[in-house]
């Protein structure tokens, strides 16, 4: 995984400073770092979380989607946030509503190039909900499903036959080769996956989204291990691939967010960010699949959101085709007033 020392908005591969001086931005030739500002934009289309890419040119030099990202200006830009959202608009035509600050990526090393070749760049990754309707003027960018680069965290059709016929095994194999100028960590290789996916006896928890891509990186199992040219990537022969990879590091920032929004539903009404501003129990229900993975039991879920006091009925319905009349609702404002954590606190379950 990398830093964004290279991220490109455009395809060309030139460097967060290079693409700031050609829009106009000034850089000093002195500056050794570089603060690069990357956005995770989540939306669900159609019962599937998507997240905003920027595609790369038909003659890029690495033709990998990325995150919409741009450089933070300190003469041009008052705020980091307000950087990101001039940015965001500026790649995408996209106004940004909910916004919250992921975590800082600044690791030397993550690049398959030298950080002395470039300013070394510390990105700092955000999360922002938008509603797809919302982003109907998208003016450049595409929607693409985040399992599209996460196919194991999809679990709404149960356990991604992947896992166990092609990504445990490897793992497994990994964690028994003697381990040769590695970190100390507080816990063994089996160990980990072990606990990062769910195996023998433990559960599998739907946040550790970032916990299991750095376990596949380190394994070099994923396909940027084997771009950085990782010793581990080197020891495996032709391998299939697991989930679309990214430009630089923008699949483990993504992976940051996913975990982020999975977590975050749970104690704060963020799924309402998402949700039109009238819909019915079933499109949220589904909404919240799409996001956390697993399919959920359909009455226990209606009753822990009407109970929760989270949703209120609109006094209209919205007609089905083939199907009964659903009540229509709408997010309760109040709850927040009520109580300190109005999450949706579901289980796993089918029904």
């Keep these: 995984m990398t830093t964004d020392a290279h991220s490109t908005h455009n395809g060309t591969g030139e460097s967060v400073g290079e693409y700031a001086k050609r829009r106009g931005r000034r850089v000093e030739a002195t500056q050794s770092v570089e603060i690069g500002l990357n956005a995770a934009i989540v939306a669900v289309k159609d019962d599937e979380p998507v997240v905003l890419v920027i595609r790369p040119d038909a003659d890029a030099r690495t033709p990998l989607d990325g995150l919409p990202f741009g450089p933070f200006s300190p003469t041009e830009h008052r705020t980091l946030e307000m950087g990101l959202r001039s940015w965001v608009h500026e790649q995408t035509g996209l106004d940004?509503?909910?916004?919250?600050?992921?975590?800082?990526?600044?690791?030397?090393?993550?690049?398959?190039?030298?950080?002395?070749?470039?300013?070394?760049?510390?990105?700092?990754?955000?999360?922002?909900?938008?509603?797809?309707?919302?982003?109907?003027?998208?003016?450049?960018?595409?929607?693409?499903?985040?399992?599209?680069?996460?196919?194991?965290?999809?679990?709404?059709?149960g356990?991604?036959?992947?896992?166990?016929?092609?990504?445990?095994?490897?793992?497994?194999?990994?964690?028994?080769?003697?381990?040769?100028?590695?970190?100390?960590?507080?816990?063994?290789?089996?160990?980990?996956?072990?606990?990062?996916?769910?195996?023998?006896?433990?559960?599998?928890?739907?946040?550790?989204?970032?916990?299991?891509?750095?376990l596949l990186y380190e394994a070099?199992?994923?396909?940027?291990?084997?771009?950085?040219?990782?010793?581990?990537?080197?020891?495996?022969?032709?391998?299939?691939?697991?989930?679309?990879?990214?430009?630089?590091?923008h699949r483990r920032v993504l992976a940051t967010?996913?975990?982020?929004?999975?977590?975050?539903i749970k104690y704060r009404p963020v799924i309402f960010e998402l949700m039109p501003p009238e819909f019915t129990l079933f499109e949220l229900q589904k909404t919240v699949e799409a996001i956390l993975g697993p399919h959920l039991h359909k009455q226990n879920f209606r009753r822990l959101v009407e109970s929760a006091g989270l949703v209120e009925p609109t006094g209209e319905v919205k007609t089905r085709t083939g199907g009964r009349p659903a009540k229509l609702y709408r997010f309760r404002?109040?709850?927040?007033?009520?109580?300190?954590?109005?999450?949706?606190?579901?289980k796993q379950g089918r029904g």
Aim: aromatic share 10%.
């Design 333 to 346: 404002r109040e709850v927040l007033l009520e109580r300190p954590a109005p999450g949706v606190r579901v």
């Design 220 to 249: 070099g199992l994923v396909e940027e291990s084997q771009r950085d040219g990782r010793e581990a990537a080197r020891a495996w022969g032709d391998l299939p691939r697991y989930g679309g990879a990214m430009r630089f590091d």
């Design 96 to 157: 940004l509503g909910y916004t919250e600050q992921l975590y800082t990526f600044g690791d030397r090393g993550r690049h398959a190039q030298p950080d002395d070749v470039t300013p070394h760049v510390v990105s700092i990754g955000y999360l922002a909900l938008t509603h797809a309707s919302d982003a109907q003027g998208l003016q450049s960018g595409a929607w693409r499903s985040w399992y599209h680069f996460f196919p194991w965290e999809d679990w709404r059709r």
């Design 257 to 264: 967010a996913i975990g982020r929004v999975r977590a975050k």
């Design 159 to 214: 356990k991604p036959e992947m896992l166990d016929a092609e990504i445990i095994p490897r793992l497994k194999e990994w964690a028994a080769q003697p381990r040769r100028n590695q970190p100390v960590r507080p816990l063994m290789r089996d160990e980990r996956i072990r606990v990062c996916f769910g195996l023998e006896g433990a559960s599998w928890d739907e946040e550790k989204v970032l916990e299991r891509y750095e």
